[in-house]
């Protein structure tokens, strides 16, 4: 496969698994928006589109969106102003934090950075509602395959998101390389509690990689894990969260750090794309498509179909 077809594919399963990335498909969503019919409503479909938010409308709630990359969701009256009640609500969204993308002119990694955060932030709703059915399951109205498959789902993500939790990350470094004084099992303890795990080489037993972000880095044994993972990757998940003790999660955070590792582990090797495109003079051309993706088309029509 040529470098620009994966680049297009690149593009294709970001958009896929990414759902409400592109201005299109939010301001698809709105389509018979209420708002809409009265010419001078501020919060009318494009600025919400625009501000981020796709519908989530409903018969007793028709003016509810919500943003896909921090779950805010919030009830509109017609003269709110989308963009301003996001940046007040959640500053520190990965879309507010960007501004609004017709604004600015994004690199490549920032489009891929907020589909990473709109593919977790799907995985997160997924998993949510998966993980409802075994609070909520009554086997007088549910069927057994219902929870069945909830079941094997969960063990599937429980599987893939291994390295959530810090033993399973200290079990990683696994010394089997002769010739090097071997690290003392504390000095590993703290690294796996400042969130790494092993990707030792032959050369260093200290090279080591984060699961929620993939930041690479050999250390030495007087660094300081944490604060260099908060120096080197201010924007992984786990630095955001700043609670390095598992026991100080709630449920809610516990789940996102899980999805952020399985959908980073989905992405491992388009990361990989993404490394060799930006050395590549396609990237302006396939940065080009995708900021046009993320933008308001020039010429909008009302309620077009997309
Ligand atoms: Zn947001
Ligand atoms: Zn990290």
């Not at 709110?80 to 500053?91: N, S």
């Amino acid at each position: 496969m040529s470098l620009q077809e994966s680049a297009q594919n690149l593009i294709k399963e970001l958009n896929e698994s990414a759902p409400y990335l592109s201005y299109a498909a939010r301001f698809a969503s709105f389509k018979g928006f209420r708002y809409d019919k009265k010419h001078i409503a501020a919060c009318s479909s494009d600025a919400l589109s625009h501000a981020g938010f796709y519908s989530t409308a409903t018969k007793k709630n028709p003016t509810s969106a919500k943003c896909p990359f921090c779950t805010l969701e919030l009830t509109f009256a017609e003269n709110d102003d989308p963009w301003e009640l996001h940046k007040a609500a959640r500053p520190n969204c990965d879309y507010v934090m960007i501004g609004r993308p017709d604004d600015t002119t994004l690199s490549l990694r920032t489009i891929v950075a907020l589909a990473l955060r709109c593919a977790t932030v799907a995985e997160y709703e997924k998993m949510f509602k998966m993980f409802k059915v075994f609070e909520e399951y009554n086997p007088r109205i549910h069927s057994t395959a219902i929870r069945a498959q909830a079941t094997a789902e969960a063990i599937g993500f429980r599987d893939s998101t291994m390295l959530l939790i810090a033993d399973h990350r200290f079990k990683t470094f696994d010394y089997t390389v002769r010739g090097f004084r071997k690290p003392t099992p504390s000095i590993l303890k703290r690294l796996a509690k400042a969130g790494w795990c092993s990707a030792a080489t032959n050369c260093s037993h200290l090279s080591v990689k984060c699961p929620f972000c993939f930041s690479a880095v050999t250390f030495s044994e007087t660094d300081d894990f944490w604060e260099e993972h908060k120096r080197i990757a201010p924007d992984c998940d786990f630095v955001k969260l700043d609670k390095p003790k598992e026991a100080d999660w709630t449920d809610d955070e516990g789940l996102m750090l899980a999805v952020r590792i399985s959908i980073m582990n989905k992405y491992e090797t388009k990361q990989k794309i993404l490394d060799q495109l930006e050395d590549d003079e396609e990237v302006e051309k396939l940065t080009e498509q995708l900021s046009r993706m993320m933008a308001k088309p020039r010429f909008l029509r009302r309620r077009c179909s997309v």
